[in-house]
């Protein structure tokens, strides 16, 4: 099953776009994977995304979920991380 939705990711005062594409299918073991992201927020990312979805009263299927975030105009490089060397903290 694949799910397509558009979003936008902040940078300063400015929204860019995001589409996020999800798709569950089935696996020998459950497992979620983020893509899009560098590794670092990759690897932070993963438990907040599933978490928040039990939390928020959503069963997670015991299947493989595959989660993929493409930026519309910029590289996340130039997008999100350079916050980072400023002292900033990012907030996927």
Do not use: C, Y
Request: aromatic share 6%; net charge positive.
């Amino acid at each position: 099953m694949l799910a397509k939705l558009h979003t936008f990711s902040l940078l300063g005062i400015d929204a860019l776009p995001v589409e996020v594409e999800v798709d569950v299918s089935p696996a020998a073991l459950p497992k979620t994977v983020l893509v899009g992201l560098p590794e670092q927020a990759v690897k932070e990312s993963i438990h907040r995304i599933e978490r928040a979805l039990v939390n928020s009263g959503f069963v997670l299927p015991a299947n493989r979920i595959v989660i993929n975030l493409a930026p519309g105009r910029s590289r996340w490089e130039s997008m999100t991380f350079p916050l980072k060397s400023r002292g900033f903290r990012h907030f996927p």
